[in-house]
């Protein structure tokens, strides 16, 4: 069973940085895609960034120069670097991982930014 566990969440002054980390029981190789998603009160759950086996990043519009997406093969693990935060990046974080046949979630990190 694939388990992704997210940390890294916490509390951010208003231009300040995170780091989220998604920690995968299993090979990166195994997974076409990772990324990340966020869900904030009373909105619906939006993709944040992905990244492909072959190294194709895509982000939302909102986060493009601000967030990064990368990942560890040795460590299993994908992180997403995010800087000059601002209020509306407010939101539970979740970490994705696709297969052919079946996807993936974490259980969500919180991440609060405060003006």
């Known amino acids: 069973q694939v388990q992704l566990v997210e940390s890294g969440g916490g509390l951010v002054q208003a231009g300040g940085s995170l780091t989220l980390s998604c920690a995968v029981s299993?090979?990166?190789?195994?997974?076409?895609?990772m990324g990340w998603y966020r869900q904030a009160p009373g909105k619906q759950r939006e993709l944040v960034a992905t990244?492909?086996?072959?190294?194709?990043?895509n982000y939302a519009d909102s986060v493009k120069g601000r967030f990064t997406i990368s990942r560890d093969y040795a460590k299993t693990t994908v992180y997403l670097q995010m800087n000059s935060l601002k209020d509306e990046d407010t939101a539970v974080y979740y970490c994705?991982?696709?297969?052919?046949?079946?996807?993936?979630w974490g259980q969500g990190t919180q991440v609060t930014v405060s003006s």
């Open positions: 990244i492909t086996s072959g190294s194709i990043t």
């Open positions: 994705h991982a696709q297969r052919v046949r079946a996807n993936y």
């Open positions: 299993g090979s990166l190789f195994s997974f076409n895609a």
